[in-house]
């Protein structure tokens, strides 16, 4: 167990790599998501059925897939892959320790893979207003757009908080395959180096890795329970 120590400084560049990802991500997808869940209940078909069409391609698709995509399919489309350089976001990757482009590739795919299921937790928020608030903002001449932003998504936020704790959640742990995509230097790849390039026991470095993804998701866990507790009251 003296990795734990010995190697402290190695596993803090690993969480604090991971942790990076995870909160790029989980704004990425809930961006995203929401936008997915907005054309979902369109009341325009082909609209629909594209909100349609990308859940039910990314939620039935493994993760691992969709990061060997990001990972090998993404860098043929452009070299160094300047496609995926917005200029809004330079700034703030060129703070981050990343290992670039591969981090762009792991964020991408783990988006994109998110955003279906915050999609589903949206729309599940959604259908949990009473359909006659929606009947009587369109009875005031409200547009959907309008419907959406003043009478819907605001009491639906409400009902999907705890949903998309849990879709979240399951990000970080989902994260755990970067390592394995071209990211150096997460919890995964410092995995894979403690004890494949330096011969250090798996078990006790495995357990300094559950250790951090604990550090992640136990408090976030906690904070769903909370909420859920007083929306119970609530009622």
């Not at 691992?64 to 990757?93: E, K, Y």
Request: proline share 5%; with cysteine; charged share 10%.
């Amino acid at each position: 167990m003296s990795v734990l120590i010995d190697k402290f400084d190695v596993f803090a560049g690993g969480f604090w790599l991971t942790l990076q990802i995870c909160v790029l991500a989980a704004i990425g997808a809930l961006i995203l998501g929401a936008v997915v869940a907005v054309l979902r209940i369109s009341p325009v078909p082909p609209l629909r059925a594209l909100g349609t069409g990308y859940v039910n391609i990314f939620r039935n698709m493994p993760l691992t897939v969709v990061m060997f995509f990001a990972a090998f399919g993404l860098p043929a489309l452009g070299s160094n892959a300047d496609f995926l350089r917005i200029p809004g976001l330079d700034a703030v990757f060129s703070r981050l320790d990343t290992d670039l482009p591969y981090f762009r590739f792991a964020l991408i795919a783990l988006v994109l893979y998110t955003a279906a299921f915050v999609c589903e937790a949206l729309r599940s928020g959604v259908n949990a207003v009473p359909a006659g608030q929606a009947e009587a903002a369109r009875s005031l001449g409200l547009t959907f757009g309008q419907n959406l932003r003043h009478v819907v998504l605001p009491q639906s936020w409400k009902a999907s908080v705890v949903p998309l704790g849990s879709v979240i959640i399951a990000m970080i742990k989902n994260s755990a395959l970067i390592g394995f995509f071209g990211v150096v230097g997460d919890l995964s790849a410092t995995a894979d180096q403690l004890t494949s390039a330096e011969g250090y026991a798996f078990v006790p470095v495995a357990i300094g890795i559950s250790i951090g993804y604990l550090i992640m998701t136990v408090p976030l866990g906690a904070l769903l329970d909370r909420i859920e507790k007083r929306q119970a009251v609530a009622r």
